[in-house]
């Protein structure tokens, strides 16, 4: 058994998902979902505890050996990455026992589940595997059932949020089976490890950088990197809340992690950033990200919709730390998506707990919730401030560390806008305190009292892993430090 | 107990003695009786550790390590035990004066008062007691946020507006120049420690040395030094016992604490003379303490008057650190607690006369001092110990600056420092004046309005509670001058270079 | 150039696919648009995987010597592709199903219009 346990990651969610839609009876299907969700999560544990011990766990699907066969490849990122998914699925599908915080209609119950169920598959599957065709499918996979989740949202326009997020990720998936192709046209394989080792010297051939431009433009449609963004905002608004908890804490990081593979393992950082100069097109990019994407936050009149766009500003960190290429740029990269998954994670599950009492999630409806729900309004608060980066919270860890590796390499500019960016945080956070803690209730708001325990419990296990990771960040910095000097070091970064 | 006990003691106590009073918030006897019983007991965790530092001991406590290589740290060292004592001192008299301010004036939302009161105070103390720049830090950003809640306590848009203005300044300058810093010095020197000596010697030279010292001290938006003082009077809006602790001795004592600190443990007292690196800072701590207090000069309102006043007075202690010389240094020390003692005692006076008798122009004020004896005499002799004449504390403080400016040769501070004490005659004395020699205005038109709330023991027309506190402060005055040598002694030790 | 014709014709469906999805108003032609994409991509894979001289790879009756097969690897993966294509018009044709439901329409600007027109009627509301 515990030599298939690499395999077994991805088939307990795949085989839950059908089952669920089998069973029909809710209560049973939940149980099912929790039982796939933990042990998955216990499975990830395992494998993160035997790559830390004894290096890079290799798995032969079938029996078939590599190159022809697939082959899962759990190395430090992946078991990180998988710890993290399985993490943040065992937490929120905690959350849905309040069901209607999850803003799911009864009938559609068990097919919520089947499509969760499907996407987690689909995204631990993308961390598991070292085959480059294997990421498509299952990159297919998680995001077929993600445009699913997201159609369930209680408004019609959660519908055309979904239809565009189905084009747009569509093509992005598209543009990505095209780099594999041009991958596999010039280097007869599909074997990640194997491809390491041909396209560096390929490299000076217009295919290759071809294929790693499509891959590029393609992750980062996933990644709803700036300015190809578009439809994350809206998808993540219209779901419903338990959903954008889910999507917001996953996917993009699964997509940062075929960024980081497609950069560092694949073709390497010494042609990436030492002859395409990628970093020159990543840093604005990234720095635009952080502008306009706080700059719309501050704007908005939805909550969701601002957590939404704080969201694309966090992209825009996670990239700037990788287009540093140094150790300490990808460890601020690395450390910030586990940090922002936590955050985000926290910040849309305490909006699903505010907004299953006040049945809304502008802001305006927000009024003086501070004194009615002060245990869903304190998470906010706390998640909030970590988004700014204050000292204690985990997202000073990672704004530690980017300004670090901007001035490490003397990019004081960058650096600056770094710290000008988490103020604007402020500005889109403090917005939300105020109308939840100054502006009175008034006699026609619905009577409204603190959600119980069941949807407190793994919001504030989120919330409260952004400070406790804040205080002491020994844990998540040294796996990332581990990660980034892995990645960097095997295929050569540049030097600080 | 161990001084390491009693540091954590320090800061514990007052962090629970914040929830106690949410737990209590029912009852405000017993609300109000923690809250002094706290103070007491965390100024004689303080008071405790004293001796100790006096000694030469330098105790102190790791507690967890926040990022690889660096821990949160306390360590105390004269400079921060003088702070801390300033503010658990002053904490227990602050509480006896709000005790009256709040219910002689039949505040809302009281609990959150003292709650929010005590964690300040809690993360002054971890300000003073901080081991290195990272603990500083993460205590300085909690002193902002918990204080938010009491600039903007009374919840109008006013208090909104100014909430909006205290948190943009203090969060904008921390987390853009300070935290820059922060992250500078630790690439240059691999290092966040207080050390005796300083760290960048040797490693940051020239003007990188100026820009590192420029993004400290406006990064420290607390200590007000322009433009980034706007904080200081928008906070005016808070009730007077938040403006008398937090914005005259802690909050705006953490920020000078902060600069004079790092001048002495980052810099280095020497290295920063040696380098001239801190001339720029000079010239802009002397256009704060000039500029200030001709703004000082033209306020009507008394709190804003005063809030200005703290401005100028701040300047004073930054340009200590800036002369970097043995004497400026021991008067900049010094003046964190004269100038917190005598300016407290201004502040308090503010407070009783609007609980009193509802007046804060002072225009309004003409002969107050007949009905007021006991608060105006207290205003006095506090304004006697800002202006710097003896026998009140500031005189000495001004003396060891004005020593440290002619040290370096630098007749051109001595004159600023002059001209300071000569503008401070001029926006404090007239209140003074006015109140005992000026003939009092009409009496109000409508004379309910200016009736004081029943079931307050009166004295001086104000509660008690809010008139023996200015009373209490201006003996301290006096009794600074008296002890002021024995604070010198005991700051001395911190200009000892580091061992070789 | 035009020995690569192949390429040519994936580059030109590539285009027409995106081009229908960008500039067609109606959520079906827009699903189509997707479909022509995802088969130029088809088309793509197809076409490297055949080898010059080459033959179906089947192994013939008479052993494999000397015999020349295209590559039978792209076609698989294509397979592949082709399911997940049709799962994803599946999926893009039941949304725009229920969007007709909820909207009565399909065309993007007149369900752009109606959202206004709700979002208008709930501020003034």
Same mark, same amino acid.
């Given at each position: 058994?515990?030599?298939?346990?690499?395999?077994?990651?991805?088939?307990?969610?795949?085989?839950?998902?059908?089952?669920?839609?089998?069973?029909?009876?809710?209560?049973?299907?939940?149980?099912?979902?929790?039982?796939?969700?933990?042990?998955?999560?216990?499975?990830?544990?395992?494998?993160?505890?035997?790559?830390?011990?004894?290096?890079?766990?290799?798995?032969?699907?079938?029996?078939?050996?590599?190159?022809?066969?697939?082959?899962?490849?759990?190395?430090?990122?992946?078991?990180?990455?998988?710890?993290?998914?399985?993490?943040?699925?065992?937490?929120?599908?905690?959350?849905?026992?309040?069901?209607?915080?999850?803003?799911?209609?009864?009938?559609?119950?068990?097919?919520?589940?089947?499509?969760?169920?499907?996407?987690?598959?689909?995204?631990?599957?993308?961390?598991?595997?070292?085959?480059?065709?294997?990421?498509?499918?299952?990159?297919?996979?998680?995001?077929?059932?993600?445009?699913?989740?997201?159609?369930?949202?209680?408004?019609?326009?959660?519908?055309?949020?979904?239809?565009?997020?189905?084009?747009?990720?569509?093509?992005?998936?598209?543009?990505?089976?095209?780099?594999?192709?041009?991958?596999?046209?010039?280097?007869?394989?599909?074997?990640?490890?194997?491809?390491?080792?041909?396209?560096?010297?390929?490299?000076?051939?217009?295919?290759?950088?071809?294929?790693?431009?499509?891959?590029?433009?393609?992750?980062?449609?996933?990644?709803?990197?700036?300015?190809?963004?578009?439809?994350?905002?809206?998808?993540?608004?219209?779901?419903?809340?338990?959903?954008?908890?889910?999507?917001?804490?996953?996917?993009?990081?699964?997509?940062?992690?075929?960024?980081?593979?497609?950069?560092?393992?694949?073709?390497?950082?010494?042609?990436?950033?030492?002859?395409?100069?990628?970093?020159?097109?990543?840093?604005?990019?990234?720095?635009?990200?952080?502008?306009?994407?706080?700059?719309?936050?501050?704007?908005?009149?939805?909550?969701?919709?601002?957590?939404?766009?704080?969201?694309?500003?966090?992209?825009?960190?996670?990239?700037?730390?990788?287009?540093?290429?140094?150790?300490?740029?990808?460890?601020?990269?690395?450390?910030?998506?586990?940090?922002?998954?936590?955050?985000?994670?926290?910040?849309?599950?305490?909006?699903?707990?505010?907004?299953?009492?006040?049945?809304?999630?502008?802001?305006?409806?927000?009024?003086?919730?501070?004194?009615?729900?002060?245990?869903?309004?304190?998470?906010?608060?706390?998640?909030?401030?970590?988004?700014?980066?204050?000292?204690?919270?985990?997202?000073?860890?990672?704004?530690?560390?980017?300004?670090?590796?901007?001035?490490?390499?003397?990019?004081?500019?960058?650096?600056?806008?770094?710290?000008?960016?988490?103020?604007?945080?402020?500005?889109?956070?403090?917005?939300?305190?105020?109308?939840?803690?100054?502006?009175?209730?008034?006699?026609?708001?619905?009577?409204?009292?603190?959600?119980?325990?069941?949807?407190?419990?793994?919001?504030?296990?989120?919330?409260?892993?952004?400070?406790?990771?804040?205080?002491?960040?020994?844990?998540?910095?040294?796996?990332?430090?581990?990660?980034?000097?892995?990645?960097?070091?095997?295929?050569?970064?540049?030097?600080? | 107990?161990?001084?390491?006990?009693?540091?954590?003691?320090?800061?514990?106590?007052?962090?629970?003695?914040?929830?106690?009073?949410?737990?209590?918030?029912?009852?405000?006897?017993?609300?109000?009786?923690?809250?002094?019983?706290?103070?007491?007991?965390?100024?004689?965790?303080?008071?405790?550790?004293?001796?100790?530092?006096?000694?030469?001991?330098?105790?102190?406590?790791?507690?967890?390590?926040?990022?690889?290589?660096?821990?949160?740290?306390?360590?105390?060292?004269?400079?921060?035990?003088?702070?801390?004592?300033?503010?658990?001192?002053?904490?227990?008299?602050?509480?006896?004066?709000?005790?009256?301010?709040?219910?002689?004036?039949?505040?809302?939302?009281?609990?959150?008062?003292?709650?929010?009161?005590?964690?300040?105070?809690?993360?002054?103390?971890?300000?003073?007691?901080?081991?290195?720049?990272?603990?500083?830090?993460?205590? +300085?950003?909690?002193?902002?946020?918990?204080?938010?809640?009491?600039?903007?306590?009374?919840?109008?848009?006013?208090?909104?507006?100014?909430?909006?203005?205290?948190?943009?300044?203090?969060?904008?300058?921390?987390?853009?120049?300070?935290?820059?810093?922060?992250?500078?010095?630790?690439?240059?020197?691999?290092?966040?420690?207080?050390?005796?000596?300083?760290?960048?010697?040797?490693?940051?030279?020239?003007?990188?040395?100026?820009?590192?010292?420029?993004?400290?001290?406006?990064?420290?938006?607390?200590?007000?030094?322009?433009?980034?003082?706007?904080?200081?009077?928008?906070?005016?809006?808070?009730?007077?016992?938040?403006?008398?602790?937090?914005?005259?001795?802690?909050?705006?004592?953490?920020?000078?604490?902060?600069?004079?600190?790092?001048?002495?443990?980052?810099?280095?007292?020497?290295?920063?003379?040696?380098?001239?690196?801190?001339?720029?800072?000079?010239?802009?701590?002397?256009?704060?303490?000039?500029?200030?207090?001709?703004?000082?000069?033209?306020?009507?309102?008394?709190?804003?008057?005063?809030? +200005?006043?703290?401005?100028?007075?701040?300047?004073?202690?930054?340009?200590?650190?800036?002369?970097?010389?043995?004497?400026?240094?021991?008067?900049?020390?010094?003046?964190?607690?004269?100038?917190?003692?005598?300016?407290?005692?201004?502040?308090?006076?503010?407070?009783?006369?609007?609980?009193?008798?509802?007046?804060?122009?002072?225009?309004?004020?003409?002969?107050?001092?007949?009905?007021?004896?006991?608060?105006?005499?207290?205003?006095?002799?506090?304004?006697?110990?800002?202006?710097?004449?003896?026998?009140?504390?500031?005189?000495?403080?001004?003396?060891?600056?004005?020593?440290?400016?002619?040290?370096?040769?630098?007749?051109?501070?001595?004159?600023?420092?002059?001209?300071?004490?000569?503008?401070?005659?001029?926006?404090?004395?007239?209140?003074?004046?006015?109140?005992?020699?000026?003939?009092?205005?009409?009496?109000?038109?409508?004379?309910?309005?200016?009736?004081?709330?029943?079931?307050?023991?009166?004295?001086?027309?104000?509660?008690?509670?809010?008139?023996?506190?200015?009373?209490?402060?201006?003996?301290?005055?006096?009794?600074?001058?008296?002890?002021?040598?024995?604070?010198?002694?005991?700051?001395?030790?911190?200009?000892?270079?580091?061992?070789? | 150039?035009?020995?690569?014709?192949?390429?040519? *014709?994936?580059?030109?469906?590539?285009?027409?696919?995106?081009?229908?999805?960008?500039?067609?108003?109606?959520?079906?032609?827009? *699903?189509?648009?997707?479909?022509?994409?995802?088969?130029?991509?088809?088309?793509?894979?197809?076409?490297?995987?055949? *080898? %010059?001289?080459?033959?179906?790879?089947?192994?013939?009756?008479?052993?494999?010597?000397?015999?020349?097969?295209?590559?039978?690897?792209?076609?698989?993966?294509?397979?592949?592709?082709?399911?997940?294509?049709?799962?994803?018009?599946? *999926?893009?044709?039941?949304?725009?199903?229920?969007?007709?439901?909820?909207?009565?329409?399909?065309?993007?600007?007149?369900?752009?219009?109606?959202?206004?027109?709700?979002?208008?009627? %709930?501020?003034?509301?």
């Amino acid at each position: 058994m515990a030599e298939h346990l690499p395999v077994l990651q991805v088939i307990v969610p795949l085989l839950a998902a059908p089952l669920c839609l089998l069973v029909r009876v809710p209560r049973i299907a939940r149980v099912l979902v929790t039982v796939a969700a933990w042990t998955s999560l216990a499975i990830a544990v395992t494998l993160m505890a035997e790559v830390r011990t004894s290096g890079t766990i290799t798995y032969a699907l079938g029996g078939w050996a590599a190159p022809y066969g697939i082959e899962y490849r759990i190395d430090l990122l992946s078991a990180y990455l998988l710890v993290l998914v399985s993490v943040v699925a065992a937490v929120v599908l905690s959350f849905l026992p309040g069901r209607p915080a999850a803003q799911i209609s009864n009938h559609r119950e068990t097919h919520f589940y089947a499509a969760l169920l499907l996407s987690l598959a689909g995204m631990l599957g993308i961390a598991a595997t070292g085959d480059a065709f294997n990421i498509f499918v299952f990159l297919e996979i998680s995001s077929i059932s993600a445009y699913s989740l997201v159609a369930l949202g209680r408004r019609r326009q959660a519908l055309m949020a979904a239809f565009s997020y189905l084009i747009i990720g569509t093509i992005g998936a598209s543009f990505i089976l095209l780099g594999i192709g041009f991958m596999y046209h010039m280097t007869g394989t599909l074997n990640m490890d194997e491809l390491a080792v041909y396209l560096p010297q390929l490299t000076s051939t217009r295919t290759v950088r071809v294929a790693f431009a499509f891959l590029f433009v393609g992750v980062s449609i996933k990644l709803a990197l700036f300015p190809l963004h578009q439809w994350l905002p809206n998808a993540y608004s219209e779901a419903p809340a338990a959903v954008s908890a889910f999507l917001a804490a996953t996917s993009t990081k699964i997509s940062y992690y075929l960024l980081v593979r497609v950069v560092f393992t694949l073709f390497g950082a010494a042609f990436v950033f030492g002859s395409l100069h990628l970093d020159r097109l990543l840093v604005p990019l990234s720095i635009a990200a952080m502008f306009s994407g706080s700059i719309a936050a501050i704007y908005q009149t939805n909550v969701k919709r601002l957590l939404a766009y704080s969201s694309v500003a966090q992209v825009g960190y996670m990239t700037l730390g990788l287009s540093f290429a140094t150790v300490t740029g990808l460890t601020g990269g690395l450390v910030h998506l586990f940090n922002h998954a936590m955050m985000k994670g926290g910040l849309f599950l305490s909006v699903a707990c505010i907004g299953s009492r006040i049945g809304s999630a502008q802001l305006d409806d927000l009024r003086g919730l501070g004194r009615r729900m002060p245990f869903s309004m304190a998470s906010f608060v706390v998640g909030g401030l970590s988004l700014i980066g204050i000292p204690g919270t985990v997202g000073f860890i990672s704004k530690w560390y980017l300004v670090r590796a901007a001035l490490e390499q003397g990019r004081w500019l960058v650096a600056g806008l770094i710290v000008a960016s988490s103020l604007l945080a402020v500005a889109y956070v403090w917005r939300v305190l105020e109308v939840a803690y100054f502006a009175p209730r008034s006699a026609d708001d619905p009577v409204v009292s603190e959600v119980g325990w069941k949807l407190l419990l793994p919001t504030w296990v989120l919330i409260g892993a952004t400070v406790y990771f804040g205080l002491s960040a020994d844990l998540t910095v040294g796996l990332a430090q581990d990660v980034a000097r892995e990645l960097v070091g095997i295929t050569g970064g540049v030097t600080p | 107990m161990t001084p390491g006990i009693a540091i954590i003691l320090a800061l514990l106590l007052p962090a629970c003695g914040a929830l106690a009073v949410i737990l209590a918030r029912r009852h405000p006897n017993v609300r109000e009786t923690i809250t002094i019983f706290v103070t007491l007991g965390t100024f004689g965790a303080v008071l405790s550790l004293v001796a100790p530092v006096h000694a030469g001991l330098r105790p102190g406590a790791t507690l967890f390590e926040m990022l690889p290589g660096l821990p949160i740290r306390l360590e105390i060292e004269p400079l921060g035990m003088l702070y801390a004592l300033v503010a658990s001192g002053l904490w227990i008299v602050t509480s006896l004066y709000a005790i009256g301010y709040m219910r002689g004036h039949r505040e809302k939302h009281q609990t959150r008062f003292y709650a929010c009161f005590a964690l300040s105070i809690a993360a002054a103390l971890g300000i003073a007691f901080a081991g290195n720049l990272l603990t500083l830090f993460l205590f +300085y950003e909690l002193l902002t946020l918990v204080t938010y809640p009491l600039v903007t306590h009374h919840g109008t848009e006013k208090a909104l507006a100014a909430g909006r203005v205290y948190l943009g300044v203090l969060m904008s300058t921390s987390i853009g120049f300070l935290f820059t810093a922060l992250v500078w010095t630790y690439l240059a020197t691999g290092s966040l420690d207080f050390r005796a000596g300083g760290i960048v010697a040797g490693k940051v030279e020239g003007w990188p040395l100026a820009m590192l010292l420029a993004l400290f001290a406006f990064g420290t938006g607390k200590a007000a030094l322009m433009p980034f003082h706007r904080w200081l009077p928008a906070a005016m809006v808070a009730p007077t016992p938040v403006s008398a602790l937090l914005h005259a001795v802690a909050v705006v004592k953490a920020g000078v604490f902060t600069v004079l600190k790092i001048v002495v443990y980052i810099f280095g007292v020497e290295n920063l003379r040696a380098s001239g690196a801190s001339l720029w800072l000079m010239y802009a701590a002397a256009f704060t303490l000039v500029a200030a207090s001709v703004v000082a000069l033209v306020k009507d309102n008394l709190k804003a008057r005063l809030a +200005y006043s703290t401005i100028s007075q701040l300047a004073y202690i930054v340009l200590g650190a800036a002369i970097a010389t043995h004497a400026s240094i021991l008067g900049a020390g010094m003046h964190i607690a004269m100038h917190a003692m005598g300016k407290i005692t201004l502040f308090f006076c503010a407070g009783a006369i609007y609980v009193g008798v509802h007046k804060t122009e002072i225009s309004e004020l003409d002969g107050i001092g007949r009905t007021m004896p006991w608060t105006m005499v207290a205003f006095l002799l506090g304004s006697l110990s800002i202006i710097g004449l003896p026998p009140f504390g500031g005189a000495w403080s001004k003396w060891f600056l004005v020593l440290g400016a002619a040290d370096r040769h630098q007749a051109f501070f001595v004159a600023v420092l002059m001209l300071g004490s000569l503008l401070a005659i001029g926006y404090l004395m007239p209140v003074v004046v006015r109140a005992f020699f000026a003939q009092p205005a009409a009496p109000a038109a409508d004379p309910a309005a200016s009736r004081p709330a029943p079931g307050i023991r009166r004295f001086d027309q104000a509660p008690l509670l809010c008139v023996l506190p200015p009373c209490l402060t201006a003996a301290g005055c006096l009794a600074l001058f008296l002890f002021a040598d024995t604070i010198a002694d005991f700051l001395r030790p911190i200009l000892e270079a580091a061992m070789p | 150039m035009l020995g690569l014709w192949n390429y040519w *014709v994936v580059i030109v469906l590539m285009m027409m696919g995106l081009y229908t999805v960008i500039s067609r108003n109606n959520l079906v032609k827009k *699903v189509m648009g997707v479909a022509i994409f995802q088969v130029s991509i088809i088309m793509f894979y197809i076409t490297i995987a055949k *080898v %010059r001289g080459g033959t179906a790879p089947i192994i013939p009756a008479g052993g494999s010597e000397g015999v020349t097969y295209t590559n039978p690897l792209p076609h698989v993966l294509m397979l592949t592709a082709i399911v997940v294509g049709v799962a994803t018009s599946a *999926v893009a044709l039941t949304l725009a199903i229920r969007i007709k439901e909820a909207y009565g329409t399909v065309e993007e600007d007149q369900i752009v219009r109606l959202d206004h027109a709700e979002a208008e009627s %709930r501020q003034h509301g």
